[in-house]
């Protein structure tokens, strides 16, 4: 191995001043807390504070921001809100996702109203389950430009009294049957009603 001159040793010993200038470190039985420093996956971490059982809170240089606990996080806040205050917490991303997952557990919203709103112009809300969708409600209102249902299998329709409206023209219905029956009960019924409209004029004359 070749040796270092003494200017090499100089240019080490100044460029590891310069981190030792930057780096901090205090380590305490449990926990550690250590800035400006490389990490494996994240880039420099300007702070992070990390425990024996490694949780912690950690802040990187690149933007991000890491917050673990090995069993549960809680969250609490609005004690002393009042009716005026508008909001007590709120995660707020200005551009990306969010995304909240329960992998094996449930998903719980609650709230005295909850509100589902897609801001984009062409923004859709979608709701997807693997078995059923229920919907439990005293009265249950759907106002939009178009509405679809449509059912591979059984759709039942059920109330103490059903009303079907259109407002520019005729209710239709129709089953699967119908496009082989259809032509002829279709010429059948206007033929019975040009016959019964002929027979009209005659008894009138």
């Given at each position: 191995?070749?040796?270092?001159?003494?200017?090499?040793?100089?240019?080490?010993?100044?460029?590891?001043?310069?981190?030792?200038?930057?780096?901090?470190?205090?380590?305490?039985?449990?926990?550690?807390?250590?800035?400006?420093?490389?990490t494996a996956g994240h880039g420099k971490a300007e702070f992070a504070v990390s425990t024996?059982?490694?949780?912690?809170?950690?802040?990187?240089?690149s933007g991000n921001s890491k917050y673990y606990a090995n069993k549960s996080i809680e969250l609490y806040s609005g004690k002393n809100a009042s009716d005026d205050d508008v909001m007590t917490i709120v995660l707020d991303a200005n551009n990306g996702n969010i995304k909240i997952t329960a992998h094996t557990g449930d998903l719980i919203l609650q709230g005295a109203n909850v509100?589902?709103?897609?801001?984009?112009?062409?923004?859709?809300?979608?709701?997807?389950?693997?078995k059923t969708v229920t919907v439990t409600a005293p009265e249950f209102n759907v106002d939009s430009t178009k509405t679809n249902l449509s059912s591979t299998s059984d759709m039942l329709l059920n109330a103490g009294s059903l009303s079907l409206y259109s407002e520019t023209g005729s209710v239709m219905s129709a089953s699967g049957q119908e496009p082989i029956i259809a032509p002829s009960l279709?010429?059948?019924?206007?033929?019975?009603?040009?016959?019964a409209k002929t027979l009209g004029r005659t008894l009138g004359e």
């Open positions: 191995m070749s040796k270092l001159s003494e200017d090499q040793v100089k240019q080490i010993r100044a460029e590891f001043q310069d981190l030792m200038e930057d780096y901090f470190a205090m380590r305490r039985p449990g926990f550690n807390i250590e800035s400006n420093y490389e024996d059982t490694n949780q912690g809170l950690h802040f990187y240089q509100k589902i709103e897609a801001l984009d112009a062409d923004g859709d809300v979608s709701i997807k389950s693997q279709l010429q059948s019924i206007i033929n019975f009603a040009e016959k």
